[in-house]
């Protein structure tokens, strides 16, 4: 049974340059959440998707946005990238009934 | 004043000793608490749940005062593979967990 996958491990952009991380979700599960850790900090929430749909929002700016998919894995997007966006991205996953989110490895994310 | 606070540490304890995290939370509507480890560089997995009327699982045991709005966790026989990161989570919905920055726990030989 595979856990949360995501991809890719690790990336290095630009200021002003966009990514996109990945995530497929734990099998079973049709919840995802996209998390940002910064170096010292605990995980904060970005957003979360359901059905296709943003369902929740962190206080994070427009630039990030989000993208679920019928098979239920998600996307992360980062436009107009800051020095200040380094960071670890989790992605986390739950069925729709259940309480208990489980992490993927995350994507580290270096911005030059 | 931040949603969930914890002492960052380190805690530096040597193997077999009981060492004590504690995290108080700002929001009383919150409904669900955690704690979470994390190792170096890895994602965070979950360590238990806490239940108001505190929880134990083998050397680890949890408490949550809602009237304090204070969580603890207390690991007994502390093992060199306790080393790690200890994360307060509180939950006011399912969709969205609140962390804590984490205490640094170090088990030394």
């Known amino acids: 049974d595979a856990g949360v996958t995501q991809s890719p491990t690790h990336l290095i952009k630009t200021r002003g340059q966009q990514v996109t991380l990945r995530c497929s979700p734990k099998s079973g599960h049709d919840t995802v959440s996209w998390y940002q850790q910064a170096l010292g900090q605990g995980p904060q929430f970005i957003f979360q998707?359901?059905?296709?749909?943003?369902?929740q929002r962190g206080n994070f700016p427009d630039r990030f946005s989000g993208h679920q998919f019928p098979n239920y894995s998600s996307e992360l997007n980062v436009n107009a990238l800051l020095l200040g966006d380094s960071a670890l991205y989790l992605c986390?996953?739950?069925?729709?009934?259940?309480?208990?989110?489980?992490f993927g490895p995350g994507t580290r994310l270096l911005v030059l | 004043r931040k949603e969930v606070e914890q002492d960052p540490g380190p805690f530096n304890v040597p193997e077999g000793a009981t060492v004590a995290f504690n995290c108080t939370y700002s929001n009383s509507a919150s409904q669900s608490f955690f704690w979470y480890r994390q190792d170096c560089r890895k994602e965070p997995k979950l360590l238990m749940s806490v239940y108001s009327s505190g929880n134990e699982d083998g050397r680890f045991t949890a408490q949550l005062n809602r009237a304090s709005q204070y969580i603890s966790l207390l690991i007994r026989d502390s093992k060199l593979s306790d080393s790690a990161t200890y994360l307060c989570v509180v939950n006011y919905n399912t969709d969205k967990l609140i962390f804590g920055t984490g205490t640094r726990l170090q088990v030394f030989p």
């Open positions: 998707y359901y059905e296709e749909e943003e369902r």
């Open positions: 986390a996953s739950r069925t729709s009934g259940g309480e208990t989110q489980y």
